[in-house]
């Protein structure tokens, strides 16, 4: 979900081509690039000439490649959110991690291993994001996108709750929007700004998740 792979490639599908491999690596040098200079220059700061130097590639191949500036930005926070490792969407990769927890306890535990995980990973991001999004339609776009995408992974992570005896009378929509704001990567962010360390950040979203979604 902003949630939700087999941490392990499909065996079934057939092997990239040599084309496709060299089309994902270059995209993945673009990606980068474009993460480098986000982080340190802010999306404002950085732009797709400073992108296509830093990733070796020409400004079209960019565009061929990931898209516009937005669509940079957007690319950067799904390499941040997946990690270095994961070889499919996080959607996915989280379904089966969910799927394989037997209680309402252990999706629980399963989300809360996640928020720290990916917030950890997305949080410098997000503050580009949010920046980004207060002078570029775009990025506002994509991040009203993302937040709406969160909310419907996350009926999907409610209704497999109520599969295991949890919710009570929440319906899966409250409940989601309790994960979605419990798990919120502004809340990580601001908490760990003051102070919290990711272990208090699991412990309250854990704490929260299993009273609220009478998960316990």
């Known amino acids: 979900m902003d949630v939700y792979a087999s941490e ?11 084309r496709e491999a ?3 690596l270059t995209r993945r040098r673009i990606v980068d690039a474009a993460e480098r200079l986000f982080l340190s220059d802010g999306y404002v700061g950085s732009s797709i000439a400073a992108v296509a130097t830093g990733a070796g590639v020409s400004i079209q191949t960019i565009y061929n490649s990931v898209g516009n500036k937005a669509a940079l930005l957007s690319a950067v926070l799904d390499l941040a959110a997946s990690g270095p490792a994961a070889p499919t969407p996080v959607p996915e ?3 089966e991690r969910v799927g394989r927890a037997g ?38 776009a994509v991040q009203r996108r993302r937040d709406e995408q ?4 996350y009926r999907r992570a409610a209704a497999e709750l109520r599969k295991r005896g949890a919710l ?17 990567p502004e809340a990580y962010r ?5 102070g919290w360390t990711p272990e208090d950040y699991h412990d309250l979203v854990h704490t929260t ?7 316990g």
């Open 93 to 95: 990769f989280m379904a």
């Open 103 to 140: 209680t309402a306890a252990e999706v629980v535990a399963v989300l809360a291993e996640w928020f720290v995980e990916v917030n950890a990973r997305t949080s410098g991001v997000w503050v580009v994001i949010r920046q980004a999004a207060a002078v570029d339609v775009e990025v506002a």
């Open 8 to 18: 392990m490639p499909d065996s079934t599908l057939p092997p990239p081509s040599l």
């Open 168 to 184: 009570g009378e929440l319906s899966d929509a409250q409940a989601a929007a309790v994960i979605w704001t419990t798990g919120h």
């Open 22 to 24: 060299q089309a994902a």
């Open 190 to 194: 601001t908490l760990t700004d003051l």
């Open 150 to 153: 969160r909310l419907t992974n």
């Open 209 to 215: 998740l299993t009273g609220a979604l009478r998960a």
